[in-house]
């Protein structure tokens, strides 16, 4: 995967390149990696008469000559589910639609993003949440400047984590809480503003699973 032209390859020490995070995407011992960090729901799975629903989030990693970061965002404390929380951009994958296309879709509704930007290099594995949805991760590569709105009746803020926060294995931590009558392990990522929790700081910790290689702390 080559630079776009004007388009220069941000490293920095440490840190995957471009090509490195398409290839190890495309790994499948990666995504076995991913799958045993995320602490999938299905034993809290809500059972929907239908099966799953199919959804997709857009993870696009933002590089930036400071660095790279991930983008997210806190959803509206107005919705009706999940209000407060931080996201990815995503949602439902309508009928006839791939995951990626409702990812850059949702997330063209969400923060305004041009679906002609990112570039889309790979997915993490399925996500099954406990409120019933089957989400897939897509990864994506956008390059600064950027011009960005959120929608307000869906995202209060757009704000970032650090590729590198993401690949230190000390970063996340481990917590616990009683969900449903049984206590649930859970992951929380360090920000200084916001809590990053739930089905979203799993995807991360696919995410930080895939990129660091042969790590599995």
Not at 69 to 75: E, H, N, S, V
Not at 82 to 97: M, N
Not at 123 to 144: I, K, M, N, Q, W
């Amino acid at each position: 995967m080559n630079a776009k032209p004007g388009q220069a390859l941000i490293t920095r020490p440490g840190l995957p390149s471009r090509e490195e995070i398409a290839a190890r995407l495309a790994d499948p011992a990666a995504h076995d990696r991913a799958r045993d960090a995320t602490f999938e729901e299905r034993d809290i799975f809500v059972i929907r008469p239908d099966g799953p629903v199919a959804a997709a989030v857009l993870i696009p990693i933002v590089w930036h000559e400071s660095g790279p970061g991930i983008l997210l965002t806190l959803r509206s404390d107005r919705l009706s589910s999940h209000a407060g929380q931080v996201a990815f951009p995503g949602g439902r994958i309508e009928k006839g639609e791939t995951a990626e296309a409702a990812a850059l879709r949702e997330a063209a509704e969400e923060v305004g993003l041009d679906p002609r930007l990112p570039e889309i290099v790979g997915s993490l594995p399925e996500h099954l949440t406990g409120t019933g949805y089957r989400v897939t991760p897509v990864v994506a590569f956008l390059d600064p400047p950027l011009s960005l709105s959120p929608e307000p009746g869906e995202v209060q803020a757009i704000f970032e984590l650090p590729l590198a926060t993401v690949l230190d294995p000390a970063a996340p931590a481990l917590k616990s809480r009683e969900v449903r009558g049984r206590m649930r392990d859970y992951w929380v990522w360090p920000h200084d503003e916001h809590l990053i929790w739930g089905a979203t700081a799993a995807m991360l910790m696919g995410l930080a699973r895939v990129l660091r290689g042969q790590e599995t702390a």
